[in-house]
């Protein structure tokens, strides 16, 4: 009679007192957890409608020039034939570029400066030469057209002529004593590896002429 709410409460309290550990049991976990996988769940839109992108390309985004992304330089600033100022690029050798280079203590302060810029443009090869590999990426995942990729290749090609001609090529080892050879090494070196840049450079631009 009179008492069958009083048992419907009764148990309906039960349950609720048993439930987070019923579920514990049969699921794993704790009711946290669960709540919380709910939440996300019912915020997640359902699987039909997320876009697919393709994956990402490290140190490239579309949203910038390459030239930008790699350097923080407006692309407008690469000339090609060697033009431009050519203390840029011995200012391109600050702090955003250097690392420590082990440098013999005898050398004299002369070859130093040398070597130490002659290390700042062989970074900024790499730089260039890491910007080549996102670029390339990016046409394999379809990322960037064609006509976009032919645009930023021929900034990096401009950069790398300029780095050549007034940073490279403007290193006098002649009337260096203490470390002539060390600096003449590095930058036969670096002359050596522009031209290998250059015709990789080459290679794709022939294979963007065949893509529409």
Known sequence: GGGFPDDRLASDQWQQQQAPAMF???????????????????????????????????????AMSLE?????????????????????YAEATSADWQQPRLI???????????IEQLGGFER???????????????LVHQQIAPSYAR???????????????HGVDSIDTVELQSGRLEAKSLRKGLT????????????????????N
């Open 24 to 62: 514990r049991a049969s699921c794993g976990g704790t009711t946290a957890d669960h709540l919380m996988r709910n939440s996300q769940d019912r915020h997640m839109p359902p699987a039909a409608t997320q876009r697919q992108m393709p994956p990402p390309v490290p140190g490239f985004s579309s």
């Open 151 to 165: 645009d930023h290749l021929a900034q990096l090609e401009a950069r790398l002529d300029k780095l050549q001609c």
């Open 124 to 138: 900024q090869f790499t730089e260039i030469d890491h910007a080549v590999d996102s670029l390339e990426a990016a």
């Open 68 to 88: 930008e992304a790699s350097y923080g330089v407006p692309a407008s600033s690469a000339n090609s034939h060697c033009g431009g100022n050519q203390q840029s």
């Open 104 to 114: 013999d203590r005898r050398l004299s302060s002369r070859s130093v400066h040398q």
């Open 192 to 211: 050596h590896r522009g031209e290998a840049m250059h015709e990789r450079m080459e290679e794709i631009f022939r294979r963007l002429k065949h893509m």
